[in-house]
């Protein structure tokens, strides 16, 4: 199904007011700060704006939804009213376009590139356009932002037989609830449960996409979608829009294919990992040192892959869901309400509910 | 030779790193949020007297700093002021006028009026052209009869019947311009400010957690901290939590010895008192 691109259509009025710049090619050296990031050949000069390539660095997962340039770090957006008049505090915006560690070679390298890459610059031009928003403090009011963050946060928590997926289910939009009763998790498969937080309208687009490729499949293979295929397939939707994402911070959960508890974890932009705990969303750096702190799981890091499950027993897993989400609702103004707790096991997916607190 | 006279001190803000300032914010700094109330801070007028409620949570861009703030701050024994806006601009201001009503309490010997206290919080915010965030409901009992303000970050302000300040004032609003009569009772009084304070911690995310009430009537003073807790938390684990040592990796371990040997001396100079 061909997706319009944004580039082909009426792009030029924004690009008149992006400032010049080397050409956004996809290559290794223009890669923006923050998304994760692996490089190919460890000998040539480093081309992302880390000193130097270390891979505990680049791949751990608790940095990467917070430092894509494209989606606003920790705190959600400036709301559009925003109670006193004064915008909440700009996003920091850090596309390494005249980047300090770029060097003389890759700078070089860079304009050859622009030369034989034409289309490039209006892509290139559309990104800026979005970054200079970013920028200014009065972005929320300007007619080019086309995102709004909902709120809410999202857990997973993977365990030896089972997987649990856990969602708040409050939806606002700056200091304004929309509803205290919706529901951010979608039950993609029988073992597969997707929840996200962000920009609600990208959310259901997502899902409502995924659900319909997973229908093509079905009638394709016969078959339903297994977690790492699910997890694959959201990935490569996510980055098929990679140049005017969707604004949606997910976590997959569910069993793979031996039954046991698995969860994938996704920045805006697609870049994923299974590990055994994650959560997304405005509540996630609230909770995430809890959880690193209970289920630690063994790094990432040393080969070969270790399974990262937790031991703990499902009825204890959901116990430190809703007590860690009883916290984070204590702190963070968009998480309440509600609190849906999805537990996938082999004998199919049950849901449950706890009262959050309501202010 | 250099300038033999100095210049004399300027009182108030400098503003010589504006420019600074703003090109960093051009260069894509993020500015470090100030801690703003959020805040739903409310005052009506009853038969008796003022009630003045206000919400206890403190917002530091999305994350609540503080669950239990005080937001009606003294001003004398008859006059207090809700404040929302920058809670240490809150804090400083209304710290500042009342100290500056006591002087004039000493000085006249007479119980402050809240007109009093209006012009110096007005005029003080006036001149620093709304750079003190402060939106403050100033409500007191003097000689003249009880008496309810609302004042502005720019300095301006409003004498009402009954009044609502803060991202949670919609909210509270629409309970009061539902509810409010002339010739309320101290009971309905308060019971439509909770109410009112209510509305604004439930339909507001900047306002939360408790509702705090203070009643001033001739004479006498209440102030009802926390007087309803709506909140509470919903669930808490019965396990617990155990931190065993070792779950956070030691990357290095250093160990200086501080001085083994310390030396008295005798006979120093004494310690002021």
């Known amino acids: ?359 | 030779m250099g300038r033999m006279t100095e210049l004399p001190t300027k009182g108030g803000f400098s503003f010589d790193l504006c420019t600074r300032n703003d090109m960093l914010l051009k260069n894509g700094l993020q500015m470090p949020p100030f801690r703003k109330t959020g805040t739903t801070i409310v005052g009506l007028v009853f038969q008796d007297g003022v009630v003045l409620g206000a919400d206890t949570r403190a917002t530091e861009g999305p994350i609540v700093a503080d669950k239990n703030f005080e937001k009606i701050h003294f001003m004398a024994p008859n006059i207090y002021c809700c404040g929302a806006g920058t809670a240490a601009d809150t804090e400083a201001v209304t710290d500042m006028v009342s100290s500056q009503l006591q002087l004039h309490r000493y000085a006249t010997g007479r119980e402050s009026r809240v007109v009093t206290a209006l012009t110096l919080l007005k005029s003080h915010l006036f001149s620093y052209q709304g750079h003190v965030s402060a939106a403050l409901v100033l409500g007191g009992f003097d000689v003249t009869g009880p008496h309810l303000h609302t004042v502005y970050p720019h300095g301006s302000t409003d004498t009402l019947p009954f009044a609502t300040m803060g991202s949670g004032s919609l909210a509270a609003m629409s309970v009061f311009e539902s509810k409010y009569r002339e010739g309320l009772t101290r009971e309905e009084g308060i019971e439509l400010v909770a109410e009112a304070i209510c509305a604004g911690i439930f339909n507001d995310l900047g306002s939360g957690s408790n509702v705090d009430v203070c009643v001033i009537t001739e004479g006498k003073t209440e102030y009802l901290r926390n007087y309803q807790l709506p909140n509470p938390r919903t669930y808490i684990s019965s396990k617990g939590y155990t931190f065993v040592k070792g779950q956070t990796e030691v990357l290095s371990t250093k160990i200086t010895s501080i001085q083994p040997k310390v030396e008295a001396v005798e006979g120093g100079d004494a310690m002021e008192e």
Request: charged share 15%; aromatic share 6%.
């Open chain 1, 1 to 359: 199904m061909a997706w319009p691109c944004p580039a082909s259509s009426a792009v030029q009025p924004l690009s008149s007011s992006a400032p010049p710049c080397p050409s956004l090619a996809p290559s290794l050296s223009s890669l923006p700060k923050g998304t994760r990031s692996l490089s190919l050949n460890r000998r040539s000069p480093s081309p992302s704006p880390l000193p130097s390539l270390r891979p505990e660095l680049t791949t751990s997962p608790s940095h990467s939804p917070h430092k894509l340039h494209l989606s606003p770090p920790s705190h959600p957006p400036p709301s559009p009213l925003s109670p006193h008049g004064k915008p909440p505090p700009p996003i920091s915006c850090s596309l390494n376009l005249t980047s300090p560690f770029l060097v003389e070679k890759e700078k070089q390298s860079i304009s050859s590139k622009a030369n034989t890459e034409k289309q490039n610059p209006l892509l290139s031009s559309l990104l800026l356009s979005l970054l200079s928003s970013i920028k200014s403090p009065t972005m929320a009011l300007r007619g080019d932002w086309m995102y709004e963050n909902n709120g809410g946060t999202c857990v997973a928590i993977a365990g030896i037989d089972y997987c649990v997926v856990a969602a708040d289910t409050r939806l606002s939009v700056g200091y304004n609830i929309l509803t205290r009763d919706h529901s951010k998790i979608c039950s993609l498969a029988d073992k597969v449960v997707l929840a996200s937080s962000g920009f609600q309208g990208d959310i259901r687009a997502l899902h409502k996409n995924l659900a319909a490729r997973h229908l093509l499949y079905q009638h394709q293979h016969n078959k339903q979608m297994s977690c790492p295929a699910m997890g694959q397939l959201l990935s490569n939707t996510l980055y098929y829009k990679r140049f005017f994402p969707y604004y949606a911070f997910n976590v997959l959960g569910g069993l793979d294919n031996e039954g046991k508890g698995c969860v994938f974890t996704y920045d805006a932009v697609g870049s994923y990992e299974r590990v055994g705990y994650s959560t997304q969303g405005s509540g996630s750096s609230l909770i995430m040192p809890v959880l690193d702190n209970q289920l630690k799981s063994p790094s990432p890091l040393l080969l070969p892959a270790r399974d990262a499950v937790t031991p703990l027993s499902e009825t204890e897993a959901v116990d430190l869901v809703k007590d860690v989400f009883a916290s984070a609702t204590e702190r963070d103004i968009y998480t309440g309400d509600k609190l849906e707790i999805v537990v996938i096991n082999a004998s199919g997916i049950k849901r449950e509910y706890l009262e959050l607190r309501k202010d």
